[in-house]
T-cell receptor, first 115, second 112 residues
Framework: AQSVTQLGSHVSVSEGALVLLRCNYSSSVPPYLFWYVQYPNQGLQLLLKYTSAATLVKGINGFEAEFKKSETSFHLTKPSAHMSDAAEYFCAVSDPPGNTGKLIFGQGTTLQVKP | DTAVSQTPKYLVTQMGNDKSIKCEQNLGHDTMYWYKQDSKKFLKIMFSYNNKELIINETVPNRFSPKSPDKAHLNLHINSLELGDSAVYFC???????????FGQGTRLTVV
């Protein structure tokens, strides 16, 4: 069975500081991993995805994540936080392509950015 | 043009009522999903249809019945609404073989 665990339900950073949101996964097959962002009263928007190609994945809005198999991690980072980054962030794992495609989400991390 | 659209965006209703949420996608995808986000923001899949065929049916009460009239539409009907059904329901779509799912804006259901 697949699962993801996000460490820290709430992360607070100052504007301009490094953002680090942690995600660990469990999967019996090579995982497909995703980070989604949810702004208040909005749907989920894909930030980036890992699909067994490059281990360092770059996404939108300056975010990137590194897949580390030895640590079963897929942490999300951004060098410099912006006020507009304040949102809920979800890590997810999915079936390989051709299966159901369902996403299994972590518990979410609320990112607060202080001026 | 909105890729995945849900209606209504907000729905307030009384316990015991029956209600439907509609979802349409214009991406040409063959797979659609319903996810439920609870009050703690936890997201969990409920159903999935591929080419109008039900392929995922998680442990959801029988009061919830999805219907897919065609590949572009997936509706969710809920009978005898209960307080615990209050949540945000998200529709999503993807193309089988692809790894990316696109989400709608969500329907916030409040049962009073």
């Amino acid at each position: 069975a697949q699962s993801v665990t996000q460490l820290g339900s709430h992360v607070s950073v100052s504007e301009g500081a490094l953002v680090l949101l942690r995600c660990n996964y469990s999967s019996s097959v090579p995982p497909y991993l995703f980070w989604y962002v949810q702004y208040p009263n909005q749907g989920l928007q894909l930030l980036l995805k890992y699909t067994s190609a490059a281990t360092l994945v770059k996404g939108i809005n300056g975010f990137e994540a590194e897949f580390k198999k030895s640590e079963t991690s897929f942490h999300l980072t951004k060098p410099s936080a912006h006020m507009s980054d304040a949102a809920e962030y979800f890590c997810a794992v999915s079936d390989p392509p051709g299966n159901t495609g369902k996403l299994i989400f972590g518990q979410g991390t609320t990112l607060q950015v202080k001026p | 043009d909105t890729a995945v659209s849900q209606t209504p965006k907000y729905l307030v209703t009384q316990m015991g009522n029956d209600k439907s949420i509609k979802c349409e996608q214009n991406l040409g995808h063959d797979t659609m999903y319903w996810y439920k986000q609870d009050s703690k923001k936890f997201l969990k899949i409920m159903f999935s249809y591929n080419n109008k065929e039900l392929i995922i049916n998680e442990t959801v009460p029988n009061r919830f019945s999805p219907k897919s009239p065609d590949k572009a539409h997936l509706n969710l009907h809920i009978n005898s609404l209960e307080l615990g059904d209050s949540a945000v329901y998200f529709c999503a779509s993807s193309q089988r073989g692809s790894t990316e799912a696109f989400f709608g804006q969500g329907t916030r259901l409040t049962v009073v």
